[in-house]
């Protein structure tokens, strides 16, 4: 790789990073600030990416590697997600996040058009692990992001948009009161949101798997994939009851965007094989 591709790679690898650390850091900006700076994100996230899919000089015509169009529709969940940075986390209480109302529902629309993109970017890659021989885990990887990407749609339809509508409601409530019928709603969708997640995790082992199947993959890094996504499973099916730290692990787990981290990775992968592969 020459430096470009190297500098390109580095911002890509740092990018989930960042993007948390100045989001819970710093919280919400201004509007009128992020944007910018996002679209700026995305300009340098772009001429990254190029780095790795632009003819090869030394070729003497235009070539692209057969795992480009996978890596692409992998990476773009997280190029989405980086204007979370600017957004911040999403507001504790109601009054908040009725006033927020819009941002709110911006931000759950980004993470539907992340999952979607992440889903048709495993439907490429077991299409092309399938060209290659590897059937049984990227098939069964697939089959569990067939459950999990419509319950992660529709959780975070939930969250966009029926709360935000509830929200409206309750803080004309006195004191705020919620309907005796909220709970029940809450709970169920918390259930949802952990199948969904551990199901993303789960999803994301068996793609691993498959991946060093066809030495795409070192045996070290599927075993780090692995370790990590399993252990996302246990964190987020831990009871809240449990003693910190694991809540609060639990719940960074459970975040809608981390456990896109790892597809996002494998997708950064699959761009550095663009150059090798046919």
């Known amino acids: 790789m020459n430096r470009w591709q190297i500098s390109g790679l580095i911002y890509l690898y740092l990018l989930p990073a960042a993007v948390a650390a100045i989001g819970f850091g710093v919280g919400q900006v201004d509007l009128h600030l992020y944007l910018p700076l996002w679209a700026v994100n995305v300009c340098v996230l772009l001429l990254a990416i190029w780095q790795f899919i632009k003819p090869d000089p030394n070729a003497g015509e235009r070539k692209f590697g057969s795992w480009t169009s996978a890596a692409l529709l992998l990476i773009i969940p997280w190029i989405l997600f980086s204007v979370f940075a600017g957004m911040g986390p999403p507001p504790i209480n109601m009054a908040a996040w009725v006033a927020t109302a819009l941002t709110q529902q911006l931000r759950y629309t980004i993470l539907i058009c992340g999952g979607l993109s992440a889903f048709l970017g ?52 006195p004191q705020c009161n919620r309907p005796e019928w909220y709970v029940p709603v809450k709970m169920f969708f918390d259930v949802i949101a952990v199948i969904e997640v551990a199901l993303i995790y789960l999803a994301t082992i068996f793609f691993a798997i498959a991946l060093k199947k066809i030495d795409l993959l070192t045996v070290r890094a599927s075993r780090w994939y692995i370790i990590i996504a399993s252990l996302g499973i246990v964190l987020v099916l831990l009871p809240p009851s449990m003693p910190e730290p694991f809540p609060t692990a639990g719940y960074l787990a459970a975040i809608p965007a981390i456990p896109f981290i790892m597809p996002y990775l494998i997708g950064v992968r699959l761009l550095r094989c663009n150059k090798t592969s046919s």
Request: aromatic share 22%.
């Open 122 to 173: 495993f439907a490429l890659l077991r299409t092309k692990l399938e060209n290659r021989g590897e059937r049984l885990y990227s098939t069964l990887g697939f089959t569990v992001l067939g459950v999990a990407i419509p319950l992660f749609i529709l959780n975070m339809a939930f969250w966009g948009y029926y709360l935000t509508d509830a929200f409206r409601y309750f803080v004309t409530l």
